[in-house]
């Protein structure tokens, strides 16, 4: 049900309690009001964004031995054609409240999971829409989903800057009868379903490949997450290593400093893999997770004249990484469209909502999310096959 009179009540008690209060909490709860607000008011009048450009993609299977390539389309969905046309309908008859938090609303990735969001919105009048959230922070991301609950949004959608921090805020969530979604976010408890655009194990195991192609499958690597505690890029790094234990016995991982940290912040992985190299002199190549690290990892080998030499990789959005691949310093990304996620998201969200029987395989009608299935023994958490791999040739085509 809609919650649209509790909602304003809790916005009128809160907007007075932060006139007399301190200057960050007004700050927090002032924003996230504001975006829910005009995000409300404006759905029907929102334009559609662009379509997903055609993009020629890398599908690895589970042990990654083989490859396929596809191209997507490139005209956006009707409306009304999306997974369970029932669903989105009611949401919109409901008028149901969809609100996506992401880790970072200034990053080009969570932009374009925001155009992704707003299209939705645009193609079947649903009211969804993205929080601006402002640069990475736990502690703020936490809060503006703490504000959501408390205007009574009907479903919440996350992709969670620390799982540790953020999942007791969602129990509170589902306590008070808020359908969760989260994307990257397979290591949540109090969620009704968490959606990965791949395997997690595959993911990193490609990633390796891509990594030994560059390094000539020999030599001593280490690995960079954005932070120790972040689910995904972790358990990528971890699937990295095991891959290349069982298939590049000449490449080692460094003892001595096995995963580094790059706080999402390309001058930090810029800054610790100059670091690295200086440190350990045998050190051949750096395998990155976040969007941040083989971009960062990438100036420090242009300015320590290493091209050639010292090799990375990692996920990267396409548009922002041509000039590094196309002057040879990265031989490949991977990357999966985080606007095709944020649909995705929304609509299960709606599915949920409604009362849908969630099984496998899951269509979603999102390409790369047409036949999800569960991952091994979990009953929330579902993987689909939607990873691109980006090179010097293609990174043009992609429209983001």
Not at 75 to 90: F, I, L, N, R, Y
Not at 106 to 125: C, I, Q, Y
Not at 145 to 155: K, Y
């Amino acid at each position: 049900m809609k919650r649209n009179i509790v909602a304003t009540l809790l916005t009128v008690a809160m907007a007075a309690t932060s006139l007399a209060g301190c200057g960050s909490s007004t700050t927090s709860i002032s924003t996230s009001n504001q975006t829910s607000s005009s995000h409300t008011a404006s759905t029907a009048a929102k334009s559609s964004s662009a379509a997903a450009s055609s993009s020629e993609k890398t599908i690895a299977t589970e042990d990654v031995a083989t490859t396929s390539t596809t191209t997507s389309s490139t005209e956006a969905p009707a409306p009304g054609k999306w997974s369970d046309e029932a669903a989105v309908q009611k949401a919109i008859d409901e008028q149901w409240e969809i609100a996506v938090v992401p880790k970072d609303s200034t990053n080009p990735w969570f932009v374009r999971m925001k155009s992704g969001v707003d299209e939705f919105a645009s193609e079947t009048g649903v009211d969804c829409y993205q929080v601006d959230t402002g640069t990475i922070d736990a502690t703020h991301q936490a809060q503006q989903v703490e504000d959501l609950i408390a205007q009574g949004v009907d479903a919440i959608c996350v992709v969670p800057v620390d799982i540790e921090s953020m999942d007791p805020i969602l129990k509170k969530a589902k306590d008070a009868g808020i359908t969760v979604i989260t994307h990257e976010g397979a290591d949540l408890k109090n969620v009704d379903y968490d959606i990965e655009a791949f395997s997690n194990a595959g993911y990193g195991a490609f990633l390796m490949q891509n990594l030994a192609d560059a390094m000539g499958e020999e030599g001593t690597y280490t690995t960079m997450v954005a932070s120790l505690t972040n689910g995904s890029h972790n358990e990528w790094a971890d699937a990295a290593v095991e891959y290349q234990k069982e298939h590049y016995p000449n490449m080692h991982l460094l003892e001595e400093n096995p995963r580094v940290e790059s706080n999402d912040n390309g001058d930090t992985a810029y800054n610790v893999a100059k670091e690295l190299i200086k440190t350990y002199p045998d050190l051949k190549g750096i395998l990155g997770t976040s969007s941040f690290d083989a971009p960062g990892v990438a100036r420090a080998i242009e300015e320590l004249g290493l091209k050639g030499k010292f090799f990375t990789t990692g996920t990267g959005m396409p548009a922002d990484n041509a000039e590094i691949l196309k002057s040879g310093v990265v031989k490949s990304l991977t990357v999966w469209d985080p606007g095709k996620s944020g649909e995705a998201m929304v609509d299960l969200a709606c599915k949920v909502l409604a009362g849908e029987k969630i099984e496998e395989p899951l269509n979603l009608n999102v390409e790369g999310y047409t036949a999800m299935t569960k991952r091994e023994g979990s009953n929330t958490v579902f993987e689909g096959q939607g990873w691109v791999t980006v090179t010097a040739d293609n990174c043009d085509s992609f429209g983001f």
